[in-house]
């Protein structure tokens, strides 16, 4: 009799339990990942005060093995796929090795670089952007790269400012030092979606 009850317990337990896995914020694995689980969650992303420009995913692999992320830019309020990758552990190092294929139309264009936490609880994202000959490429991808490829250097931060709102921004090295990637990007929001917005 108590084996019959304790199935019809984890029967109940089962029927109950949502399909998605405990809030991702909230990892249940204590690993190298912790400091970086703030990020995971579908976030909009905009310009300070101004409407969402794209949505980003940070997603776990199995049993928080790696971090799948993605980037989709909003044009009439439809979701265009931008970049996506993945984020592992670099047990040498101990911080993560970032590839992304950037520019999905194509797969020509790669990003990839290490991931760090900085003391303050920063992440931030190294990036080295390799384009494909013919691709155009930084500053004013005016011109195409020529046989050898072309690189360019850029660097995203990400800071928690609450449960459900993150401070990034992304920059692009030049001769003078970091400027931004695209107007505003230097200061931009990522705010937590609620679930009626996910698809």
């Given at each position: ?14 029927v ?13 694995l ?8 703030f ?11 101004a409407p969402?420009?794209g ?11 790696y971090l799948w ?22 047990g040498?190092?101990?911080d ?5 294929i950037?520019?999905?139309?194509s797969?020509?264009i790669?990003e ?5 936490i ?6 931030v994202?190294?990036?080295?952007a390799t ?17 050898q490829g072309?690189?360019a ?9 609450g ?7 992304a920059?692009r090295?030049?001769?003078e ?6 107007p ?7 705010a937590?979606?609620?679930p009626?917005?996910?698809r």
């Amino acid at each position: 009799m108590r084996v019959a009850a304790g199935m019809v317990v984890l029967l109940v337990l089962a029927v109950a339990a949502p399909a998605a896995a405990a809030p991702a914020a909230a990892p249940s694995l204590a690993g190298p990942f912790a400091p970086y689980a703030f990020l995971v969650g579908e976030w909009n992303v905009s310009p300070a005060g101004a409407p969402a420009m794209g949505v980003a995913r940070f997603i776990w692999g199995p049993n928080q093995s790696y971090l799948w992320y993605s980037l989709a830019l909003l044009e009439n309020g439809e979701e265009q796929p931008h970049f996506e990758g993945l984020m592992v552990w670099n047990g040498a190092r101990r911080d993560l090795d970032m590839l992304l294929i950037l520019d999905l139309q194509s797969g020509r264009i790669q990003e990839q670089g290490p991931v760090s936490i900085r003391p303050d609880g920063t992440v931030v994202r190294e990036i080295t952007a390799t384009y494909a000959e013919g691709e155009r490429f930084p500053p004013r991808y005016d011109t195409p790269a020529g046989p050898q490829g072309a690189t360019a250097h850029f660097r995203q931060t990400f800071r928690a400012s609450g449960p459900d709102t993150i401070l990034t921004s992304a920059t692009r090295e030049t001769k003078e030092g970091w400027v931004a990637t695209f107007p505003g990007s230097d200061r931009l929001v990522m705010a937590r979606r609620p679930p009626a917005a996910k698809r």
